[in-house]
């Protein structure tokens, strides 16, 4: 009897993205779950009205703790993670039918995604390199690891990858890529502090270019053209900001904490 997958999709407010996400899922799910963490935009309302979609809701605290929480809801043994903005492709859904209509050797399966900014395929940087582990025994794997960064491990240490990529839209614009990009730095930053890690003035200075020379030139992200020179500055800005807010927050005063009281004979001649 084929292995059954059950399809997770955790969301919040991915109205623009849910029907077609749930399309391509359902080129290989026997079941979609939709692990929703308090839409508002109609994501809900979509997925509950779609014959097709399981809907199990909770609060959000970290992606981590919500996709572990999320995995054990999966009616089925295999499960695959599917965020919102990522897509099953025929030749992928087509590479996993035949896994699990046979016998897998393995107990998870790395895929390998296509990156997309605003639309555009990335052929080069290290986008290009980007690979998950999303396909896996449910019993068998869990998210470890840095709350917005961490992966999948399975406990039996038996993984191997697929051929076929999915394709990820990872971005349609700079303005919502900056709210992710502040959460991710804060995040990061957070955890080193929590740690005991230092602030480095050598860290900042030299692996911003570091990076950007990585993504663009050693990569290949040239070839790329001007998505592949947006991806390496970028690149380069975030490994500069999660230093920053390192220092942040081992020097960072409080507004006011260095601000000296105005004597009243000047605030008088202020106001007037």
Known sequence: MPNQLTVIVPCKNELSNITHCVQSALLVA??????????????????????????????????????????????????????????????????????????????????????????????????????????????????????????????????????????????????????????????QAEQWYEAGRKPSWKRMLFQPPLRFLRDYVFFKGFLDGCVGMQIAWTAAFYSYMKQARLWELHHGMQHGEVEKPVPASEAESIAA
């Open 30 to 187: 026997d079941e979609v779950l939709i692990a929703d963490s308090g839409s508002t935009d109609g994501t809900l309302e979509f997925a509950q009205s779609h014959p097709a979609c399981r809907v199990e809701e909770r609060e959000y605290r970290t992606s981590g703790d919500f996709k572990n929480w999320a995995i054990p809801q999966a009616t089925h043994n295999w499960v695959m993670i599917l965020d919102a903005d990522e897509r099953v492709t025929p030749a992928l859904a087509t590479e996993i039918k035949t896994l699990l209509n046979g016998e897998p050797e393995q107990d998870g399966y790395w895929i390998y995604r296509a990156n997309h900014l605003m639309g555009h395929r990335v052929n080069h940087t290290d986008w290009a390199r980007d690979k998950v582990l999303r396909l896996f025994q449910r019993d068998l794997g869990r998210y470890e690891g840095p709350s917005d960064h961490g992966e999948v491990v399975v406990s039996t240490g038996k993984v191997g990858k697929l051929t076929e990529r999915m394709d990820h839209y990872t971005l349609w614009s700079w303005g919502d890529y900056m709210k992710k990009f502040d959460r991710y730095t804060r995040v």
